[in-house]
């Protein structure tokens, strides 16, 4: 919740400026007060009286009046976190290069609450070794970064540069404001099993239910992370602060988990299937009278905790999780090893874990192992969820 907490959002030129709006009412209902700041090229895009409706406050497009009503140091003063959203391109340009030539550049070089950006920008805007290099510059400052996601574009094309969703941007504010030990970090979760296709109607599975995933997103969101879960196909209903990405097989899930970085941390905790089957039929395959049962090809999948732990954007933390019935911890020390992540939760299967209510795990580290007695995956999820935060701090 963000009851009592004071948020100004600058809003700057982009066509994805109408998100701003639905922020600042879901910033409003969780009990914030928005003010917000509309730059000259905000306002080709949004009103300053939708704004003003929305926030239920004056809302602060010049910097010359503003000085005679209540000065933009004032403002600077006045909030617990400054949000730009959307930040255009010329906005980071403006900001790495400490301009103060508007209104909300002279706030952002007065203030000193935490600023987060959530940018906003063609593909090849995003991409450009100018946007790059500002991007480079405000991170170093501190400044956090809030997407921008990738897909659709207003222009007839895609990629990155698109604003994230308002959910997205109000869990980003609520994980900056937190007090939790995992305040401002961002932490990707895997979770469930993946479907992968046979034909139109048919799927390979298995029995994973995505309760130890969705519980350690659960958990780290209470520490106060910012936390994107990908799940695969789950009964599980999404944990409360988390923004949740659904996927169905391992390789939508893979590019859901590249979209999603740069992470503090990663926790693959999917049962992610091996092998899909190589070629999915475009029809129902169908019973021929005589014939025998079909023969299913199948096809290697790719590694996700792998392909994530050797990625040019490595998260910080690599945690995977191994299902062992014998030699528990030898077989999670190999894989640590193999998969090129920091720690492996080593489950002990031999009961009836798997899409079951309790976990025995092994915490399998280069440091060394530690044995957790059985316990709920809820209370395996909090354990974890500090351990994480005590390895980013
Ligand atoms: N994993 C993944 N992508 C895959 C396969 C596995 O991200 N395609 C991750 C899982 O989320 C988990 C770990 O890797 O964190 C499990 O590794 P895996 O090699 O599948 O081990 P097990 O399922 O334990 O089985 P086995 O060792 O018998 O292969």
Redesign the pocket.
Known sequence: MLQGRRILLIVSGSVAAFKALMLARLLREEGATVRAVLTAAGARFVTRESLAALTAEPVFDDLWAAEAEIGHIRLARWADLVLVAPASASRLAAMAGGLATDLAGCILLATRAPVLVAPAMNPAMWEHPATEANVATLRARGVGFIGPDSGAMAEPESGPGRLVEPEAMCDAVRAALSDGPLRGQHILV?SGPTHEPIDPVRYIANRSSGRQGHAIAAALARLGARVTLVSGPVAMPDPAGVQVVRVET?RE??AACEAALPADGAI???????WRVAREAGQKLKKEPGAGAPVLEMAL????????SVHARRPRLM??????TEQVVE?AQA?LA??G?DW??A?DVSGDVMGGMENAVHLVSAEGVEDWPRMPKEEVAARLALRVAEALA
């Open positions: 895997t391992a899930m893979l693959c905790a999917a049962a992610v299937a091996d999948n790719p590694d996700i905790l792998a392909t994530l945690v995977g999780f191994a299902a062992e077989h894989k193999r998969k992540c492996i939760m489950n």
